[in-house]
């Protein structure tokens, strides 16, 4: 199994190449700058530099891209179509690291996370770009992707249980009422799905047990 993590440098991005390394997958980091992953193999290149070539011979890419700031916004969706006409038409899979803003609520999926009162305003326009590039996504029937949300209270610095559940497109909670779940439990699911395969075109989600 051969994975490429892009922005492997990141918090989430650096234990997704350690959780692949640990299962025996042959792992390249694609960064910006230095390696800061575990990964032998890496790639240094910006995302929007990236080519068809440097993404070849890929069972899987995984994107762990992330913008904060005002101005970087947008690149959400930017970095997502890069990313899929890069891979378009092959047999490369993409999955994407997600956000939970975008989850249904409500049967009829017309009521969101971010839709309800209690959601921060200072992340509502980061799950509004969000949402945009994944409703784009949705869109992409030339590439075999798989969009990962996490749960709601997504914990940079919580305990690897090894254990998850995996939902759809609606907000799940744990047997605690809680929608919660740590970085090193999400890697894992993420490298379920890079080794399963089983979502192609579909969003899931996880939450912590």
Known sequence: ?????????????????????????????????????????????????LNTADLEGFDVVIDAFGAWTPETLPQHGTSLKHLCDLVSGRETRLLVVGGAGTLYVNPEHTVQVMDGADFPDIFKPLASHMGKALDELRTRTDVKWTYVSPAGDFQADGARTGKYILGGEELILNSRGESVISYADYAIAMVDEAFNGNHIQQRVSVVAE
């Open 1 to 49: 199994m051969k994975i490429a993590v892009i922005c492997a440098n990141g918090k989430e991005g650096k234990l997704i190449v350690e959780e692949a390394i640990a299962r025996g997958a042959d792992v390249t980091a694609v960064v910006h700058g230095e390696n800061r992953s575990a990964a032998a193999n890496v790639i240094q290149k910006d995302l929007f530099d």
